[in-house]
């Protein structure tokens, strides 16, 4: 699975909104938006912030099981 849908499936399941995750991982207000569509690709610093918050490893959030 592709970044950019296990981000969506993540923030979909904890109920929250691109733009509060972008907010809670000290993100530019429209970074998830840009993840999620596939416009942007994220830093390392990003991947760490939004793995750090969902509690799941970078691996995981690449797909890397």
């Given amino acids: 699975m592709e970044f950019r849908h296990r981000l ?3 923030r979909e399941r904890k ?3 691109r733009r ?9 207000s429209n ?6 569509s596939g416009e942007d690709e ?9 793995a750090e918050f969902f509690e799941v490893s970078v691996d995981y959030l690449v797909g890397r099981e």
């Fill in 20 to 28: 509060v995750l972008s907010e809670l991982c000290g993100l530019h």
């Fill in 31 to 36: 970074a998830v938006s840009r993840y999620e």
């Fill in 15 to 17: 109920g929250i909104s």
């Fill in 8 to 10: 969506q499936q993540l």
């Fill in 42 to 50: 994220p830093t390392m610093h990003s991947l760490v912030a939004i």
